[in-house]
Each structure stands twice: as structure tokens, then as C-alpha cells.
């Protein structure tokens, strides 16, 4: 690797006391040594918190410690790694996006990487693996300059089922063709921008689709990246969902709300509307015997 940058891991979460370990875990295992690990509760009331504590404290040495009525904060350097550190924020927010701007508000990383609850690396040298790809790739390219590394996605269903969702489309003009898990943004870049808070379910969508159409470089790599847990989530696409995502494309092609209204109307539904008469056993063996699917 040409030389060590610092990666900033943030997780948001909130009363998810049965997933956040497996994500913890997934990440201070991670044989990439430079990371500073960012934790965001939404003021959790479930023991998410405590678990968060008792983790860190096992884990690392607590520098730094603020707990008011209103916020509770910690710092800390890992035992076994002094350039591992964590941060830990509980506070209440008013939406994951606010939650997203107040990790990247601590990130001294010079990459930002978003890895929710529930979900996880790949692998334990995910990272390590795709920054060495990033740097091979400025070895041989010309220019460089990229703000955003993006892969593919494992999705879980349930145990033994899941599937490989790679992304095969570099044009991000109206939808990002990846999973925001893995991907790696410029810390800068998101300082700047900042995730738009109007927004409750497409604010990652108008941020990358933002900056790609102002210009700003994009570097697909071959590589799994993250595991998306889709256990629980509604398979049904929703009507915020669908105006949210109209008003973002609408800002660089006008006639894309109807594209879109045409796609949901002959596609989406329907295959939503198959979906939902079938048990969810069914479903996930469906979507597993399928195989892989493309972005």
C-alpha cells in the first residue's frame, strides 16, 4: 500500500441490541490497522448502549468521557492496537441522516465508510484488500482523483440463504448503482455536502447523485465489500420512498418522474404484489435460487 490513510467506520444505530455486536465485531477485527471506529446511538433504551460501553471498555482504553443528561461521549485507544481508536455518541437525533452528519462531524479519517447496525464486512481484510486496489488502480491510471470506492454486496435473508448483488451500471445520474455499506466516501466530501435531512429514506441517494453529477469521480472495484442484512425489511417498495426518489431525479431530467412511475406501475408492483401472497421461506429460497443480481 502506498501509505497508511486513516479510515473512519461509522455505525448508526438504535435500539438494536440483538445486531449491533456482529457489527462491532466485524470491524475491530478488520486486519487494516489505521481505523477510527464511530459509533452513533440514537439515545437507545434497550441496552444498545450499555453494550456499546461494556465492549469498548473491554476492548480499549477510555481517553476521553462527557455524560450529561442529554449527551453521553467517549474516546478511546484499542489495547492491542494504539491506531485503532473509537468514538462513541448517544444522543438523540432527528433522523438517520442527522445521525450520518453527526459521525461524519467526528470523522478524522480521510475516507468515510457507513456500516449500519445488523450489517457487516465481507470479510476480515475487507478493507486492507480494497485499498490496495485503490492504490494499484493510481499506479496505472492517470489522474485519479476519485472521491467514492465502491463494490459488490452479500444480501442475507436468513441463515444459508443469500446472494451476490454486484453492481454492473457506472452511471450514478439518477440512483447510485451500489449498496451505501460498500462504499467508501471522501470524509471531505461529506463535510462538505452534508446529507440532506428533508430527506427520511433517499438522502444517501440525493448525496451520491449530487456530487456525480457535479463532476466528481466514481471507482468501481471487484470485490464484496459489505453484507446487508435484509432480514425484517419490507420487501414492498414505499410511497415516501417512490416521491423522494421523483424529486431527486427530477432535478436532472424532468420527464424522469414519469420513467420512474412507469417502472413502479408495470414492474415494481406487480412483482411486489406477487411477493407478498408468498410466505417468507418461499420467498428468500427464491431469491437465492436465482443467484446473482446486477445493479
Known sequence: MAHPVKISVITIVYNDVNHIAQTMESIFTQTYPHIEYIIIDGDSCDGTKE?????????????????????????????????????????KDKGIYDAMNKGVSLASGEWCNFMNSGDKFYQTNTIEECFKKYFNTLKTEWGGGYSVIYGHTQIYYAPHESKILYTKSNNHRYHHKFI????????????????????????????FTKIYNKGYKFLKIEQIISIFNANGISDGPSWKG?????????????????????????????????????????????????????L
Request: charged content about 20%; proline content about 4%; aromatic content about 16%.
Open 51 to 91: 453494550l456499546i460501553l461494556k465492549t469498548i471498555s473491554i476492548l480499549a482504553t477510555i481517553t476521553q468521557k462527557n455524560d450529561s443528561p442529554d449527551k453521553f461521549y467517549l474516546e478511546a485507544t484499542h489495547n492491542q492496537n494504539p491506531h485503532f481508536c473509537f468514538k462513541f455518541l448517544s444522543q
Open 180 to 207: 451505501h455499506q460498500s462504499s467508501f466516501i471522501k470524509t471531505s466530501l461529506i463535510a462538505f455536502y452534508k446529507y440532506d435531512t428533508r430527506f427520511k429514506i433517499a438522502g444517501d441517494t440525493d448525496f
Open 242 to 294: 417512490f416521491q423522494e426518489d421523483c424529486k431527486i431525479g427530477y432535478g436532472y431530467h424532468k420527464l424522469f418522474p414519469i420513467f420512474l412511475g412507469s417502472l413502479y406501475l408495470f414492474c415494481i408492483l406487480p412483482k411486489t404484489l406477487i411477493k407478498s401472497c408468498l410466505p417468507s421461506c418461499i420467498k428468500n429460497k427464491i431469491r437465492v435460487l436465482l443467484g446473482k443480481k446486477y
